[in-house]
């Protein structure tokens, strides 16, 4: 992933605390005493380090939150778990480290790599979520290639990328309609790659038909298909297995930038862009598809399971590679990573290639999220605070529950422990430790 692509106190335990920042709610308060830009910008409190961040709303719901009720709320989160909520309403109750505070802004992944070379704080969206500078990391699903450089200070070195959670596209539908088997409607590979092509338009097309072991799904229903508007992770993941699964037969790019177009696709396609079929209905935001889907009867689209769960939208079952139909969840997704290695050469980068899984129990659509960090941090505290959450995150079961009830599935152990030495190695104060 290039940076500049298209827009639209000890190192151990020692906590991070947590300012979260959701797009939806904050937990305790109304919109009217206090505006997310607000909360988002408030100063951390005296003696508290704050540690700012911006990337995918595919990890939105893992870090800071974005419901009203367990597992979704803000409080219970990664970061309100390890550290000081703002409020500190949001800390369930914790903090686990009251000394340092990390902020997210989830705007996408390739404004949040921006603002990580850049280290400039990403333009408030629609929503107003914004962190304030210096940006201390970034989340990104499509790692980065090690060419890219830092263009401004105060931090320096080169970019460290490790994983720290996987997590699957589902493809959610409104079951409005529609008459759904026992168990959810299957999906071939052939029917749901049709679907995304555009040329499987009805429920009651016979492939699906066939899918679901002759039950007929509707009599006469159109399939609304919603794709992302904006730049997503979620758009570079689906895309990505499908190419991989489907080859020269995905003929509609791989990235994460949407466009549509009526006719034929264009040749050469566009770098890093899914041209998808003008008719599909589009909306921003994993959010906005999902409620899209919810709103619209028939309708069909990708989020990430955790949003998916967090509106409470069916999904399909989707065969994999293997010829099985497994349902998403924690359990398929994780299987899909058994056996994953590093594919990245650099010690600094870490790299999982797992697209269109092979394992029989393994669901079709998944992708790794990737921290960036800098190699050296003017901020001693920042550097340590990181360390400390990456311990925490990646080393105990309280983190893995955390993620599992959330719909995401913990990483190997080999890569949690591989992870957890390229940050303890190489995030510090010094250039090239």
């Known amino acids: 992933m290039a940076f500049d692509r298209d827009p639209q106190l000890t190192c151990l335990v020692s906590s991070i605390s947590v300012l979260a920042i959701a797009t939806s709610l904050v937990v305790g308060q109304s919109a009217t005493q206090k505006s997310l830009a607000q909360i988002s910008t408030t100063p951390a409190p005296a003696g508290v380090t704050s540690i700012n961040g911006a990337g995918g709303g595919s990890i939105n719901t893992l870090f800071v939150g974005t419901g009203t009720i367990s597992p979704y709320a803000p409080q219970g ?22 000394l340092v505070t990390f902020r997210y802004a989830a705007i996408n992944s390739s404004v949040g790599v921006t603002a990580f070379f850049t ?23 499509d790692p980065i290639t090690g060419t890219e450089k830092l263009s401004a200070g105060p931090n320096a070195g080169i970019p460290i990328q490790v994983p720290v959670i ?18 959810g409607i299957k999906l071939s590979r052939a029917t ?23 039950a007929t799904i509707a009599g006469n229903k159109p399939i609304v298909v ?7 992770a979620n758009t570079f993941t689906l895309s990505s297995n499908l190419k991989a699964a489907f080859g020269a037969t995905w003929n509609r790019g791989v990235g994460e930038i949407s466009i549509a177009q009526a006719g034929g696709i264009p040749n050469p396609l566009p770098a890093n862009t899914v041209v998808w079929p003008a008719n599909f209905q589009f909306a921003s935001g994993s959010k906005g598809v999902a409620t899209k889907i ?82 050296k941090y003017a901020n001693v ?6 360390k400390g959450f990456i311990v925490w995150a990646l080393g105990t079961t309280a983190a893995d529950n955390i993620a599992i009830a959330r719909g995401y599935a913990p990483l190997p ?16 104060t010094v250039l090239n430790p």
């Open 77 to 98: 989160s990664w970061f309100n778990t390890y550290g000081v909520g703002n409020p500190t309403t949001l800390n369930p109750p914790g903090p686990i480290n009251p």
């Open 119 to 141: 280290q400039t704080p990403p333009p408030p969206p629609t929503t107003g979520a914004t962190i304030n500078p210096p940006v201390s990391f970034a989340d990104t699903d």
């Open 166 to 183: 996987t997590y699957g596209v589902a493809l959610a539908y409104n079951p409005t309609g529609l008459n759904v088997p026992a168990g």
């Open 192 to 214: 749901y790659l049709g679907i995304l092509n555009g040329t499987i338009t009805n429920w009651n097309d016979a492939k699906i038909k066939a899918d679901n072991s002759g």
């Open 226 to 232: 919603v794709r992302r508007s904006d730049n997503s």
């Open 294 to 375: 919810e709103t619209t009867a028939g309708a069909i689209g990708y989020v990430d399971n955790s949003t998916r769960l967090a509106n409470g939208l069916q999904a399909a079952v989707l065969q994999n590679k293997a010829g099985t139909y497994n349902p998403i969840s924690p359990t398929s997704i994780r299987n899909a990573f058994v056996g994953a290695t590093d594919q990245d050469a650099s010690p600094r980068r870490i790299k999982l290639v797992v697209t269109d899984p092979t394992a029989a129990n393994a669901y079709p659509l998944v992708s790794a999220s990737y921290l960036l960090f800098y190699d």
């Open 381 to 386: 505290k920042v550097a340590n605070g990181i």
């Open 413 to 428: 152990p080999a890569i949690k422990t591989l992870s957890q030495g390229v940050v303890n190695t190489y995030v510090n």
